[in-house]
């Protein structure tokens, strides 16, 4: 039941999917497949919320570090929901969309949400400058021809480029520091993103056959009954 | 914002503006080299403060440069300008507020182009929060540049479903089972834009505008591989590069971070007299953008020296 | 909480209740509802600082907002899926009356009964909350990673190997004319002759060279082992320009917010 039931799962969904691609009849059955899976997907949403609220709970119960911000993270966490599964405060009734303009939904996601999410993600420009100062060192062959493709692709990237070598006429205009950055893009780059995603495609149907097979069962965990 | 009829002292104030801070922040700079000739490290907050001071000072002092479109940012504006109008093309918001800074503009800039060209477009997104990000171009852009285009003939908004990839893999043969209804419970078939539209077979052209996953890549993989569907996209910086392999046979153009964005913007208003006064951000964005890389380059270059500098102490010991 | 900190807080609290009243102030006549217009652009300002205050070191106001920003966007996601597709896409299959309720449209079939099975597998799948029932969460995972097994098996050997490969194979010759012409146009355009042939034979060796630095299962020296090197170069040139995207990109994200800080909230548009 622990063990033979998951792998019996994986082995039909994962053969259906595939033959669905090859034998048109199947095509259905396939879609519908997917759509279960999407229709999970929000109960994986709903599980993650859950898992959420049952460590700030255990963590506002037990008085543990820091346990007075969990109320900050349950009260927005109820908050949100509240505005978001009963549409409170959404000038429209139940049929309207979610985030419609005006919604008290959509006015948090506005105000909040964006201010939050979008600083979190910002405060990577001051670890990426604190990083090339300390850490972007041309040590040896490979990392000066990383370093030198970056300053490539950084003036390339600005007007600056244009500026430095715009004087280059236009026969030669490859050495233009802007269109050798368009070159890099276009080919060594284009050669190397290709060879790591040709591995990775590689590894990635791999997994799925040994996922299907039934020879990889670590998402099962450890315990073997 | 400047204009025309910005007052001289406001300029003045500018030019004076951008002057101090560029002394600012060479002078810091140079006393950045000495001491690493010195062999002095600063700590990290002088790094930080440098940063800021040359992401603000562009802001508060803009400088907007001219731009011109590079081929792969060109082929997605050729193939908007060579649709016929009435076509039918698909935006996809796969991004997330921490993105919107680089590809709001380009989502902006895109529906823009749609619309003034009389494509019909079908907005929807792989990320929750792309549906909030539409709200802002249906604020920013279709409501104010736009008032006659028409909700459900002109454009319409079917917004987010779950399950990543899985959403594609249906869309690809049936768009109806996946989006019974558009965002506002208006089934499908009363919607004007879907006549005629069965999957995403039948669309003239998809464009994913993101930057992680799900995004691009799997539009790629589930819908333009599978159905032979052209597909263009708009992506963050940090994904760009990683599409390169796909361009130009599976991917006809990409726009890659905010110079992307501004390259578009600029085509845009070079081919459209009317956006001339339409906001750029994306295009203001490049000012701040160059400094910031000079500085970082500068960085790059005094750490180096610090490294040299380094070596030497230790090869004298 | 010590006395300084106390003092630090009132005199934020003081800062932004006076933030709040200026703009309110700026948007009376222009906004309706003013006061909360002000309110709001305070608070996102706030939020905004609150985050970027960890530059300087971890505080009571990262914290705030950090944790404010968990629970936040636990539940976005949580609304956003529950009436995008368990409404959106469920409902209407299971139960005309329930489709009723919530306005959407139903859609009759005569294999809608088997739409209880996700419902079934979600219930299954929030068992991993319990700490003796958990186990049996396998049986929904174990469809979700059956899923992503079978869809990805195929369009991954289609678009990222076999495509792939195929577009690898250029030509590495072009239509000789004149030694003249070879040369003489440096440049990106379909004339540039030596570019577009030299780009040809970068993207062929370098794909190999790449490639044969992955492979593990052969010692890489002699033949093998230059090829190893070049594909490293080709690699650090790829990385390179990945590092140099990275840097625009993040650049990009806190111009984004500085710009919403100068203009949005501080009014200061030059």
């Known amino acids: 039941m622990k063990r033979g039931v998951p792998l019996i799962i994986t082995f039909v969904v ?71 599964l009963f549409k409170i405060g959404n000038p429209g009734d139940i049929s309207a969309s979610l985030t419609a303009e005006g919604s008290w939904f959509q006015t948090i996601y506005d105000n909040v949400f964006v201010p939050l999410g979008s600083t979190m993600y910002a405060l990577l420009a001051f670890f990426v400058a604190s990083a090339s100062y300390r850490a972007f060192r041309a040590k040896n ?27 280059i006429p236009d026969s030669f205009s490859v050495l ?4 050798l950055a368009i070159w890099i893009m276009n080919s060594p780059n284009l050669a190397g993103q290709r060879a790591i ?29 | 914002m400047m204009n025309a009829f910005t007052p001289p002292l406001a300029l003045a104030l500018v030019d004076i503006g951008r002057i101090i801070s560029l002394t600012l922040i060479a002078a810091g700079l140079l006393w950045l080299f000495i001491r690493a000739i010195k062999l002095k490290e600063v700590e990290r907050r002088v790094i930080f403060l440098f940063i800021f001071i040359s992401v603000a000072a562009p802001i508060l002092f803009p400088t907007v440069f001219k731009e011109k479109a590079t081929p792969v940012v060109k082929a997605v504006f050729d193939k908007i300008e060579s649709l016929p109008p009435g076509s039918k093309v698909l935006l996809s918001y796969d991004f997330d507020p921490a993105m919107a800074p680089e590809v709001q503009p380009m989502a902006d800039a895109f529906s823009r182009h749609c619309l003034v060209k009389g494509h019909k477009i079908i907005y929807m997104c792989l990320f929750a929060t792309g549906q909030g990000q539409f709200t802002r171009t249906m604020e920013n852009v279709i409501r104010p540049e736009f008032p006659e285009k028409i909700d459900g003939v002109d454009y319409v908004n079917i917004g987010y479903k779950a399950g990543n990839e899985g959403v594609l893999n249906v869309i690809i043969s049936d768009f109806k089972k996946m989006f019974p209804t558009d965002v506002n419970a208006v089934p499908y078939d009363s919607i004007e834009v879907f006549k005629g539209i069965r999957s995403c077979k039948d669309l003239d052209l998809i464009i994913s505008i993101g930057g992680g996953r799900p995004g691009i890549k ?100 | 909480m010590k006395r300084t900190t106390l003092i630090l807080m009132a005199l934020v609290v003081i800062f932004f209740a006076l933030s709040w009243i200026f703009k309110a102030m700026a948007f009376k006549g222009v906004e309706e509802h003013y006061i909360l217009q002000g309110f709001l652009v305070t608070l996102a300002a706030f939020l905004t600082l609150s985050i970027m205050s960890f530059l300087y070191k971890d505080n009571p106001f990262y914290k705030f907002a950090e944790h404010l920003f968990v629970g936040i966007s636990a539940a976005f996601w949580m609304s956003m899926g529950f009436w995008s597709t368990i409404v959106g896409n469920l409902f209407p299959r299971l139960s005309e009356g329930m489709s009723n309720f919530f306005k959407v449209h139903y859609i009759p079939g005569d294999y809608n009964f088997f739409f209880y099975v996700p ?24 469809f979700i990673v059956g899923t992503t097994a079978g869809l990805n098996f195929i369009r991954y050997l289609r678009s990222d190997f076999i495509n792939q490969v195929s577009s690898t194979f250029v030509p590495l010759l072009v239509d000789w004319q004149g030694i003249g012409h070879f040369f003489s146009s ?59 995207y990275t840097v625009m990109g993040r650049i990009s994200l806190l111009v984004g917010r500085i710009t919403f800080l100068f203009r949005d909230w501080l009014g200061l548009n030059i």
Request: a positive charge; glycine letters at 12%; proline letters at 4%.
């Open chain 1, 197 to 225: 995603m040709i591995g990775i495609g590689l590894g990635v149907v791999s997994m799925s056959l040994r996922l299907i097979l039934g020879i990889e069962r670590t998402y099962l965990g450890g315990e073997d009954k």
């Open chain 1, 14 to 84: 994962g053969t259906v999917l595939i033959f669905s691609v090859f034998i048109p009849p199947m095509e259905n059955l396939g879609e519908n497949f997917t759509l279960f899976f999407d229709i999970i997907a929000v109960f994986a949403f709903f599980l993650g919320g859950g898992n959420l609220l049952r460590v700030h709970l255990t963590k506002l119960t037990r008085r543990k570090r820091d346990w007075e911000y969990s109320i900050v993270t349950i009260v927005g966490f109820f908050f949100m929901l509240a505005c978001g």
């Open chain 3, 119 to 142: 419902v079934i597998l979600g219930i299954l799948l929030l068992m991993r909350l319990s700490r003796n029932y958990g186990w049996i969460s396998r049986w929904s995972l174990a």
């Open chain 2, 218 to 317: 799997e539009w790629v993989l589930f819908v333009g591989d599978p159905g032979d569907v052209p597909i263009a996209t708009g992506v963050a910086a940090v994904v760009a590069p990683q599409l390169y392999p796909y361009y130009p046979k599976q991917l006809l153009g990409l726009l890659g971070g905010v110079k992307g964005a501004a390259e578009y913007e600029s085509e845009l208003v070079a081919h459209y007299s009317r956006f001339k006064d339409s906001p750029t951000p994306a295009l203001l964005m490049m000012g701040p953008q160059t400094l910031a890389h000079i500085v970082i380059m500068a960085f790059i270059i005094i750490g180096n020296v610090l490294f040299i500098q380094g070596r030497r102490k230790e090869g004298k010991r």
């Open chain 3, 186 to 244: 440096l440049n990106l355009s379909a004339s540039g002759q030596f570019i577009m042939m030299l780009a040809n034979w970068v993207i062929f060796l370098g794909v190999m060279c790449g490639i044969i630095y992955f492979f593990f299962s052969k010692e890489h020296t002699g033949l093998f082992g230059r090829a190893s090197r070049v594909g490293i170069w080709i690699l650090m040139i790829t990385f390179g320009a990945s590092f140099g």
């Open chain 1, 141 to 167: 062959r490979e990392a000066t021809i990383l370093l030198i493709a970056a300053f490539i692709i950084l003036l390339g990237r600005t007007p600056l480029g244009t500026f430095v070598t715009g004087w």
């Open chain 1, 176 to 179: 233009q520091i802007p269109n």
